[in-house]
């Protein structure tokens, strides 16, 4: 069978990679299904990784080397692909990365800063500053430009990930950012909402004991597979795939949810929060 399209280096490593993968299958007459027999995975999760959506697992690429005949080349370079597709994320996060992108609903709790996925410049810049104060400037904007680029996916399908945010007031209220900085960071947030991309949900200072009141959460859906949730604290985080702690988690977050304000109630407050900054004011807290 002759090549088809040829492969551009160009468009980076996964999609090298994934072109490379698709021209071997199609050189020996394979399907996916075909060359999936004997594996663990399913078509999607192939076809995502020729189209460069997706890493390839270890244990993957060791059967598809075996099926193609291919001597190791995909073994030994999986790892280049997974390295490019974290690019600016730490290692731990890598499966957050991929798992975000094929999520059917993501839902997140944060006590203590925006999530990543709603942060602006300023703020994503201010947290890593804080978190690697002699950092170079070029390793901070690789960062943040990775920080903001996970984003995207509010922009690619209005329909998936369906995205619930819960905040704490605290974050309103106690700014890390100069007044117009803030507002702005807020506008974001406002701006994700009316475009009734995102679901923004205030838990209030004075509510007393609440659920999860010591550590910050994601908890994905997928179509195809089962839940995961992924815990975080500065340098370190974690991925729980078991199914007894997710299902705890899960009920934990949804006792949460009935703790906090009213969607509508919450959007009112984080635009009044940000016209007060705009006007230079600090904004009051709920009493």
């Known amino acids: 069978m002759g090549r088809g399209k040829d492969i551009d280096g160009s468009e980076g490593v996964p999609t090298f990679y994934g072109k490379e993968l698709r021209w071997k299958r199609e050189q020996a007459g394979m399907s996916l299904d075909q060359l999936l027999v004997g594996s663990y995975y399913g078509r999607t999760h192939l076809s995502d990784i020729e189209r460069g959506e997706r890493s390839m697992p270890l244990d993957l690429a060791q059967h598809v080397d075996r099926k193609l005949g291919t001597d190791g080349y995909f073994e030994r370079n999986c790892e280049d692909v997974r390295k490019s597709r974290r690019k600016g994320h730490a290692k731990y996060f ?5 798992a975000e992108k094929q999520a059917l609903t993501i839902e997140e709790w944060s006590l203590s800063t925006f999530p990543g996925l709603l942060q ?20 901070v904007e690789e960062k943040v430009q990775a920080r ?7 922009d690619d399908d209005h329909a998936k990930p369906e995205y619930w945010a819960i905040l704490h007031e605290a974050l309103l209220t106690d700014s890390i950012l100069p007044p117009e900085e803030m507002a702005d960071q807020l ?3 406002v701006e994700l909402a009316e475009r009734r991309r995102i679901v923004p949900q205030i838990v209030p200072r004075n509510c007393g004991a609440y659920p999860l009141m ?6 994905m859906t997928f179509p195809d597979a089962p839940p995961l949730v992924y815990t975080e604290s500065s340098y370190s985080g974690d991925t ?21 304000l009213a969607p509508a109630t919450s959007l009112a407050m984080i635009k009044a929060a940000a016209e007060e900054y705009r006007n230079g004011k600090r904004p009051d807290r709920l009493e």
Request: aromatic share 10%; net charge positive; proline share 6%.
């Open 94 to 98: 890598e499966k957050v990365l991929e």
């Open 148 to 154: 903001l680029g996970r984003a995207r996916l509010f």
């Open 187 to 189: 506008d974001r947030i």
């Open 120 to 139: 602006t410049p300023p703020y994503a810049r201010a947290l890593v500053w804080a978190s690697h104060p002699t950092a170079t400037d070029e390793w």
């Open 214 to 219: 010591l550590s910050s959460i994601m908890v």
């Open 240 to 260: 729980i795939d078991d199914p007894a702690l997710v299902k705890q988690y899960r009920k934990a977050y949804d006792r949460l949810r009935a703790v906090g």
